[in-house]
């Protein structure tokens, strides 16, 4: 008898949270019986913050029910015709994964500490394979909004699920479906500084098979290996950019600059170099390789250069500044003589004079172009209209000297 009461005890003491789940969740069969799953939604995320029923699975296939419900309804109201709340509509369809995931989280876990088998899985998955076009719409949707954080929550399980093979099943994804995805879901992860998600699908949307999407793509991942000083995948990307798109300004004004910002002015020279064995008529080519040459103190190169580029291209106001700044630079470098009365000093003055005579044009026309970017023009033309006895111009230029001054 003693043995008899011990086992009823122990199965009453089993039943116990199972009876009260089955009371607690009759309000929710009751709302949405009532084609209510509004409030259907909000009780079940009461009872999700309850510990007594967040380990219960059932709970999150109401969730899914609920917004099955809301979906069917709004749908109903697309096929008649009728106005519907856009934003409702994927929030269900959002809701439908985001449960069905909540579900097979908990149903997983109790698999694994009780041996409890799958319940609501392959009912799910069935769902979850009819709404899935649905889903991806909604990302793309909020990609369109420029809701990157909304955007990203629906690509990320349009992603991610399929690999899930628990809960979806062997159903494959078209591959041009998972790129796009990927495309999306990595823009929105660089428009919010997500950086290691950036990476986690950057090799999917690499397989773009749209040369501008993959150009752009390479260029988020250059930039934001940028943004985390990895310099060996900024270097990786950077040549994979250039290497595709040698007619992309990004790349090639990227890596120059790198090379440059380390004084390592071989370097940028040999990659305009290289450059212009593609295209040897590229001005912006021809513009960097002056700037190089200039760097390494052979101003007569840098003014071929600078004049190729030019002749090429007029409105590129970096090579006037370039030709003005290499003549200027050979004029600095005529020594003259000790004794002023000397041939070789009036043969040495003359020639300083004619090289700040080439320099004033070039500049003049830069400050034309760049009227903002005094700190490159005004200390030059300072120079050279002191050195022409230019008294009025000198005057301005020494003005300009003193507000620069001033402002430092």
Sequence with gaps: MRKFFAILLLLTAFCTVPVAAQKAFKPIRAYLKANNPGEALKTIEKMAADSAFAADPRLYDFGVQANVALNTALNEKIYLKQKYDTLQFFNSIYGIYDYALRCNTVELQQ??????????????????????????????????????????????????????????????????????????????????????????????????????????????????????????AYLKYLRLGLDENPAEPFFFTELTDYHTARGDYKASLALADEMLGKDSLNALFLTSKALSLMNLGRHREAIDCATKSQAVDSTNADTYYYLGAAYYNLASAVALPNNINTKAYRQALTERRNYYLLARPQLEKYRQLRPDDRQRWVPLLYTIYLALNQGDKFAEMERLMDEIAASN
Excluded at 116 to 128: E, K, V, W
Excluded at 142 to 148: G, S, T, V
């Design 111 to 232: 698999l694994a500490e009780r041996g409890t088998p799958l319940r609501f899985a392959n009912s799910h998955a069935q769902l979850l394979h009819k709404h899935y076009k649905n889903l991806c719409s909604g990302g793309r949707y909020f990609y369109r909004k420029q809701d990157y954080t909304k955007a990203l929550h629906y690509l990320t399980i349009c992603l991610d699920l399929p690999k899930m093979q628990a809960l979806w099943g062997s159903a494959e994804i078209p591959a041009d479906v998972n790129t796009k995805n990927a495309v999306l879901a990595l823009r929105s992860a660089y428009m919010l500084h997500d950086y290691q998600t950036v990476w986690k699908y950057a090799d999917l949307a690499l397989l773009a098979d749209t040369g501008i999407i993959r150009k752009n793509i390479i260029g988020y991942l250059v930039r934001t290996a940028r943004a985390q000083a990895d310099t060996l």
